[in-house]
Nanobody, 120 residues
Framework: QVQIVESGGGSVQPGESLRLSCTIYGTIVSINQLNWYRQTPGEQREKVASITARGTTTYADSVLGRFTISREWNRNAGYLQMDSLKPADTAVYYC??????????????WGQGTQVFVSS
């Protein structure tokens, strides 16, 4: 059974940094793509950043130049380095992975989310 767990959220002041971690538990064959989303109350979930198996990254315009996505496939882990945080970055951040499990089935998995709060 595949499970995704995020960590690293917290409360910081504007301009500070946080590093979110995403760990994928269970037996998997490969990770096709890992994504970070965020959501605030009453709003739709927004894709913040993604990284493919080959390492190609994409970012939302709102975080470009401030956030960096990375991964360690040998550890089934992904990260989101968030610098120069703004109050507008306050949200619950979710890790999402498109992966192949031990049965060869491609699936889309989500973590439970981690809260990021940016305020002075």
């Amino acid at each position: 059974q595949v499970q995704i767990v995020e960590s690293g959220g917290g409360s910081v002041q504007p301009g500070e940094s946080l590093r979110l971690s995403c760990t994928i538990y269970g037996t998997i064959v490969s990770i096709n793509q890992l994504n970070w989303y965020r959501q605030t109350p009453g709003e739709q979930r927004e894709k913040v950043a993604s990284i493919t198996a080959r390492g190609t990254t994409t970012y939302a315009d709102s975080v470009l130049g401030r956030f960096t996505i990375s991964r360690e496939w040998n550890r089934n882990a992904g990260y989101l380095q968030m610098d120069s945080l703004k109050p507008a970055d306050t949200a619950v951040y979710y890790c999402n992975a498109d992966l192949v499990d031990s049965l060869g089935i491609v699936g889309d998995y989500w973590g439970q989310g981690t809260q990021v709060f940016v305020s002075s």
